[in-house]
């Protein structure tokens, strides 16, 4: 008890506040802004946190974040463009209630249904964290490393295209954290006598880089894009969803439910959460012929599902050191810098810590109430600011940050190497974040590798011996397999039936 | 932009064997079998064998070279000029920033990128003033980070 009452003091200080306040304000911003993203949010956040102490710079990212997936809702429901990929699986239906005179109703019930989600996922983190960190306390080099390998399948299958190009993201990402001083045998790695790159690459001018610089770059070749005059929510945002409290209880507990769990998955975050639990509601809906035409049944699911995904990706973020999506990728970063180690540890030696991230979850998802409302109510502003406007102010933002990281024009250099880099990606549907989970968790993966290695004396067998790390191993092994033998099966022609 | 399959696997099979190539003059731990060169030898041979699989699913499925579909954009050298263009603010950045200080190589920085998006001029100028001066503020003085420095509103410092 006397460690959440520390918590408490740590996170109910007018500092904190005010700074819970600013990055909900600035994440409602981004959020808003079409095609600018909650992970964008984060990248830009971090060279900001980095002069902060570590309660108010996670309250940066946790609230920033919240509030950008749910803000992506408000350019989704009256423009038709999903301000985050997480907005994008209910857009249709958001975008049909615009047109038929009553965003409100949209609006309504993603905010409403979004902070439910929101609390859902965090609930569980405070019970489910410190149980599965008491059996992560039991993990040797041989659990990590499958847990690390398990991580990068998922992400690698999960994300949107071909697992083929997700693998060479995978790889990209791999190569980059190989760079530098930081192995096992401590000698220089692809550094080209640079001493800046003996360092390795640094990591957030690389996220800088891959979300927002890419971005930019896309943004000068369309020339920025037309913003159309939105219309204007009017009266009642809470009014309905009381009622659509009662009518979808089911849909809005397995959505916050199905969103924890995809979220707690190692690469898969709230974009992919919001998609399945979508198809869910679709599929399990007495009315899946309204689906698209306005209806606010899948909206409820899947806006609760993607909140509850943001929470959620905490989980193994907080106990393995394992980012769950892209976002807690750049959260762990931050986390090293502040000098605390994502691990099962953190929770015996640095308690208050935790239950301080548990209660700016709970703050950030109730304060998206009111916030929200007033989103909703001045996003006509928000969304009439031009991109054009926009871009040349971000990429200054983005250079002044990658500075900030080391007061070095060399985070610059990296930002814009990452900018292209993750440009040509996009533009060859080579997805994003299996790089970033490569370059993350690429020196967790290679020091828990050598290591069995050298305790196993060069042995495979070993990595099976103990119970847990066989299991995590041969589920891992299914995660490969499936695919492959799908693949054969669709290959294969049906009996009776010859090749031409 | 985009390369198919069959390119984009001998890419990625090339990368593999330049990894490990790069990779086999890496010393390992004194007394073991392992070290430095372990990781980029594993990351070379599945990058290697991911491209492999590429080539070989692509040749089934009756792909032929060249593989490379090009987008509307790159038929439009003035959307070509503006991608480099952006590439040359950041280099003019790092390049001049030192020498002409943060205020004015980001107000020009700034003003350049919005006048390329076609912003009218005089509201380029201003914007690009005020979030050249809010960043430097709140960059430069707030949080203390060593912007380079300049005579050019040096009030402000």
Request: hydrophobic content about 55%; proline content about 7%.
């Amino acid at each position: 008890m006397s460690t959440v009452i520390d918590a408490a003091q740590l996170v109910f200080q007018p500092y904190v506040l005010l700074v819970i306040l600013c990055s909900a304000a600035f994440g409602m911003f981004v959020g808003a802004i079409p095609g600018l993203t909650a992970t964008m949010a984060t990248a830009l956040l971090v060279p900001v946190t980095f002069f902060m102490d570590p309660v108010p710079a996670i309250a940066t990212i946790v609230t920033a974040t919240a509030m950008a997936i749910f803000a992506g809702d408000i350019p989704g429901t009256m423009l038709r463009m999903p301000g985050t990929p997480a907005s994008a699986a209910y857009v249709q239906d958001a975008y049909a209630l615009t047109k038929q005179g009553r965003p409100e109703a949209a609006l309504g019930a993603s905010l409403v249904f979004s902070s439910i989600g929101g609390i859902f996922g965090t609930l569980v983190l405070i019970t489910a964290s410190p149980v599965l960190a008491e059996i992560a306390l039991k993990f040797s080099s041989f659990e990590y490393f499958w847990l690390v390998v398990l991580g990068l399948s998922c992400a690698v299958f999960i994300s949107p295209g071909s697992p083929a190009r997700g693998l060479v993201a995978l790889f990209i990402g791999l190569f980059a954290a190989t760079i530098g001083l930081e192995n096992p045998a401590g000698a220089p790695r692809y550094t080209m006598g640079s001493v800046e790159l003996m360092g390795g690459v640094q990591f957030i001018p690389a996220m800088i880089g891959l979300f927002a610089v890419s971005e930019v770059i896309r943004t000068f070749i369309k020339r920025g894009e037309e913003v159309r005059p939105p219309a204007t929510p009017g009266k009642g945002i809470f009014r309905q969803q009381a009622k659509n409290l009662v009518t979808y209880p089911v849909q809005a507990l397995r959505g916050s439910a199905m969103g924890t769990a995809i979220g707690a998955l190692p690469g898969a975050g709230a974009d992919i959460a919001a998609w399945i639990s979508f198809a869910i509601s679709k599929k399990f809906s007495k009315t899946p012929e309204k689906f698209g035409t306005g209806h606010v049944e899948g909206l409820v699911e899947a806006g609760a599902s993607n909140n509850a995904a943001m929470s959620g990706a905490w989980i193994p973020a907080l106990v393995f050191g394992i980012p769950g999506d892209s976002i807690t990728a750049i959260v762990i970063g931050v986390l090293y810098i502040k000098g605390i180690n994502p691990g099962p540890m953190v929770f015996i030696t640095q308690p208050q810590m935790i239950y301080a991230v548990f209660i700016v979850f709970l703050l950030a998802n109730l304060i998206m109430l009111p916030l929200g409302w007033l989103a909703i109510k001045g996003a006509r502003q928000v969304l009439s600011i031009p991109q054009k406007v926009l871009m040349p102010v971000i990429l200054m933002f983005c250079m002044v940050g990658s500075f900030a990281i080391n007061n070095s024009a060399f985070g610059i250099g990296i930002m814009l190497v990452f900018g292209v880099i993750g440009f040509l990606m996009e533009e060859n549907d080579i997805p994003i974040a299996p790089a970033i989970l490569g370059l993350v968790l690429g020196p967790m993966l290679e020091q828990n590798f050598v290591t069995s290695m050298i305790k196993s004396d060069g042995s495979f067998i070993a990595f099976f011996e103990r119970p847990i790390a066989a299991g995590l191993g041969l589920f891992t092994i299914a995660v490969w397999m499936i695919p492959l033998l799908l693949l054969l099966l669709r290959r294969r022609p049906p009996a009776g039936v010859s090749e031409p | 932009m985009r390369v198919t399959d069959l390119t984009l696997g001998l890419l990625t099979l090339l990368g593999g064997i330049a990894i490990y190539i790069s990779a086999i003059e890496f010393q390992a731990i004194p007394g073991q079998a392992y070290g430095a060169g372990t990781m980029p030898r594993a990351v070379a041979l599945v990058t290697g064998l991911t491209g492999l699989f590429m080539i070989v699913k692509a040749v089934m499925e009756g792909e032929r070279l060249p593989g490379l579909n090009l987008a509307d954009w790159t038929q439009s050298p003035a959307a070509i000029a503006r991608l480099v263009s952006v590439l040359v603010l950041i280099v003019a950045y790092i390049a001049l920033s030192p020498v002409l200080g943060f205020l004015p190589t980001a107000v020009a920085v700034m003003t350049i990128g919005m006048l390329i998006l076609r912003v009218r001029w005089w509201i380029a100028v201003i914007i690009a003033l005020v979030a050249a001066i809010a960043i430097q503020q709140s960059f430069g003085r707030l949080l203390l980070v060593p912007l380079p420095r300049s005579d050019f509103l040096s009030f402000l410092w």
